[in-house]
């Protein structure tokens, strides 16, 4: 654009007039109070990292649903927690085909706990090869069929049974229940599910001898190894019949 066209805006103009003023002034270049290392390479400012991606929170899980339903609804008597137990949809995920009811009655001298009843049992508690055993150490410690009161965890038999899940969905508080209804004077609990459900952890204490407590109060009890050990391994009859001696004398 030359200097003499009148057709360049005003501005630009005026711009190129003062640009050349400083030329034949002798000023080129641009000068500046402050010193400046021109050897430093300019610093570049780097982009601001982008905020780390936080996953939205799942949902929260619906509330675990408690073995035996609502607490306040459990029978208050014997004779209907027997009935009920046979019946009662939450006990074994709906399903009733199987199941075995406890026997005996309120207050008999020795409740018998085991985890689940046996594969062959029908119509009674422990019917098959576990229950003879049974029979012959009750009656080792002259313990008659009828002063006994026999009970599971489990309403059936049931192989594969999630013992972890069983705990933390109200297992114990069922057991308690049912404790405090049958209300023994003494407990046998037969096998480690039994003794972990109602707290006793045998890799802890060696002692099988414990206090178990209800609603009702609590029960003089004796953690024992499942029936099926007892069969399997004949060796430990003979701990066992030392512990049934000392339990009889405290």
């Not at 207050?107 to 019917?127: I, K, N, R, Y």
């Amino acid at each position: 654009m030359s200097f003499s066209d009148t057709s360049a805006a005003p501005g630009a103009t005026a711009i190129a007039a003062a640009l050349q003023w400083w030329r034949e002034a002798g000023v080129e270049h641009s000068y500046g109070d402050d010193a400046a290392s021109w050897l430093t390479a300019p610093e570049v400012k780097s982009a601001a990292a982008p905020a780390a991606y936080v996953p939205p929170a799942p949902p929260a899980p619906p509330p675990r649903a408690l073995i035996g339903g609502d607490p306040a609804l459990w029978p208050q008597d014997l004779a209907a927690f027997q009935q009920w137990w046979l019946s009662e949809p939450t006990l074994d995920s709906g399903q009733s085909e199987g199941r075995v009811a406890p026997r005996g009655i309120a207050g008999a001298a020795l409740m018998v706990l085991v985890d689940q009843p046996e594969a062959e049992d029908q119509d009674q508690l422990l019917s098959g090869p576990l229950g003879k055993l049974l029979s012959a150490i009750l009656a080792s410690i002259g313990v008659a069929p009828g002063q006994a009161y026999f009970a599971s965890v489990l309403p059936r038999h049931t192989p594969h049974a999630d013992w972890d899940d069983l705990a933390s969905s109200g297992l114990p508080e069922l057991i308690r229940q049912h404790l405090a209804l049958a209300a023994p004077q003494r407990l046998i609990c037969f096998g480690r599910h039994v003794s972990s459900l109602l707290g006793h952890d045998p890799a802890k204490s060696a002692a099988g001898l414990t206090l178990i407590t209800h609603s009702h109060g609590a029960v003089s009890a004796l953690m024992a190894p499942g029936l099926e050990d007892l069969m399997a391994r004949p060796r430990i009859k003979a701990r066992l019949w030392q512990a049934l001696l000392d339990w009889q004398t405290v």
